[in-house]
């Protein structure tokens, strides 16, 4: 069955850093685009990152840029987000996504809290 697991979450200090990883089986992940998105506490969610099948061309929330870099490897079936100079406002639950046509599937989720 389809599993899209995230970790590396947890609570930083402003100006740290964290590495997410999400761990894909059951699907071809190489065909799918992947996707970070993240919700925090009252707000919607929001898509940070998104990283293309093809040629691995990313996009980024114009919030995160310079500061996140989303990376894939199609050999480990695996999606990073590398996230620096994290912000109090980066706090939330940062989800997984998997997303190809009208096909998406998403993980648990990992927390991520930025505060001193």
């Known amino acids: 069955q389809v599993q899209l697991v995230e970790s590396g979450g947890g609570l930083v200090q402003p100006g740290g850093s964290l590495r997410l990883s999400c761990a894909a089986s059951?699907?071809?992940?190489?065909?799918?685009?992947m996707r970070w998105y993240r919700q925090a506490p009252g707000k919607e969610r929001e898509l940070v990152a998104t990283i293309m099948s093809i040629e691995s061309i990313t996009i980024y929330l114009d919030s995160v840029k310079g500061r996140f870099t989303i990376s894939r490897d199609n050999a480990k079936n695996t999606v990073y987000l590398q996230m620096n100079s994290l912000k109090p406002e980066d706090t939330a639950v940062y989800h997984c996504?998997?997303?190809?046509?009208?096909?998406?599937?998403w993980g648990q989720g990992t927390q991520v809290t930025v505060s001193s």
């Open positions: 059951g699907f071809t992940f190489s065909s799918y685009a």
């Open positions: 996504n998997a997303h190809r046509l009208a096909t998406d599937y």
